[in-house]
T-cell receptor
Framework: KQEVTQIPAALSVPEGENLVLNCSFTDSAIYNLQWFRQDPGKGLTSLLLIQSSQREQTSGRLNASLDKSSGRSTLYIAASQPGDSATYLC?????????????FGRGTSLIVHP | DGGITQSPKYLFRKEGQNVTLSCEQNLNHDAMYWYRQDPGQGLRLIYY???????QKGDIAEGYSVSREKKESFPLTVTSAQKNPTAFYLC???????????????FGSGTQLSVL
């Protein structure tokens, strides 16, 4: 069974720092990996999706990399801002009983203070 | 606006009562999912459906039921058999690629269910 671990569980940093959030997974036979943002009491918003054949994806100040063979992905946030404060979750999609199903980590809770 | 809508935002259940959470999408997505989120926990899969009139159990289906009579709708019923229903419930949908894998997942804004 696929297991997804996110480190650290929580992070508090001053504004302007460059950040790295980590996601690891136990079964490397994945189809894709997504990073999401969740604000308190809200749903999830997809930030980046990396196909298994890709190494990285970029969107603005966000860059996500994928090393499928080692079962790892990192989300890099450049020049962090207070508005980046949220919980960040990763989800890996793998085959399961003939379907492709996303499996989520527990998330990294990020606070960026001014 | 296209999107995925969950209602109600807050729901209270009395002991022994069944309650139904609504999830509607107008994105023409094939697949729909129900997840449960407890504080400090990741999302756990309850049920999913990748085609109308068909659905599959996820990891924690006991005490829940679903239906998929229309492509745009995937309601979740929390039955009295679910002894610990207090949680945040999230519905998601996506298009499926030719191989059957999901494209980007879209989520609703969630329903917070509490027990009276």
């Amino acid at each position: 069974k696929q297991e997804v671990t996110q480190i650290p569980a929580a992070l508090s940093v001053p504004e302007g720092e460059n950040l790295v959030l980590n996601c690891s997974f136990t079964d490397s036979a994945i189809y894709n990996l997504q990073w999401f943002r969740q604000d308190p009491g809200k749903g999830l918003t997809s930030l980046l999706l990396i196909q298994s054949s890709q190494r990285e994806q970029t969107s603005g100040r966000l860059n996500a990399s994928l090393d499928k063979s080692s079962g790892r992905s990192t989300l890099y946030i450049a020049a962090s801002q207070p508005g980046d404060s949220a919980t960040y979750l990763c989800a890996v999609e793998g085959a399961r009983g003939g379907s492709y199903i996303p499996t989520f980590g527990r998330g990294t809770s990020l606070i960026v203070h001014p | 606006d296209g999107g995925i809508t969950q209602s109600p935002k807050y729901l209270f259940r009395k002991e022994g009562q069944n309650v139904t959470l609504s999830c509607e999408q107008n994105l023409n997505h094939d697949a729909m999912y129900w997840y449960r989120q407890d504080p400090g926990q990741g999302l756990r899969l309850i049920y999913y459906s990748q085609i109308v009139n068909d659905f599959q159990k996820g990891d924690i289906a006991e005490g829940y039921s679903v239906s998929r009579e229309k492509k745009e709708s995937f309601p979740l019923t929390v039955t009295s058999a679910q002894k610990n229903p207090t949680a945040f419930y999230l519905c998601a949908s996506s298009m499926l690629e030719l191989q059957g894998a999901n494209e980007k997942l879209f989520f609703g804004s969630g329903t917070q269910l509490s027990v009276l």
